[in-house]
């Protein structure tokens, strides 16, 4: 998928700023990263991945 990669350096940008402001706690960003580490390994996986396609080409065609 050609838009995974700059997704997640987007999202990566996003949880760095949020620690950074203090919004979110180191602890907090592991976790989630974690649990969407843990999640791409699981049989929901290309569904997610299906959906954020069918977002970024939604977004990309306005």
């Known amino acids: 998928m050609v838009v995974s990669i700059p997704l997640a350096l987007l999202l990566l ?3 760095i700023l ?5 919004y979110v706690r180191i602890g ?6 974690l649990f969407g580490f ?4 699981t049989g929901i ?5 299906g959906t954020a396609g069918a977002i ?3 977004i990309s065609a306005l």
């Open 38 to 41: 843990f999640t791409a390994s």
């Open 56 to 58: 970024a080409r939604m």
């Open 28 to 33: 907090s960003a592991t976790a989630c990263a």
């Open 45 to 49: 996986a290309p569904l997610l991945t």
């Open 18 to 22: 949020l620690v950074r402001s203090g």
């Open 13 to 15: 940008v996003v949880v």
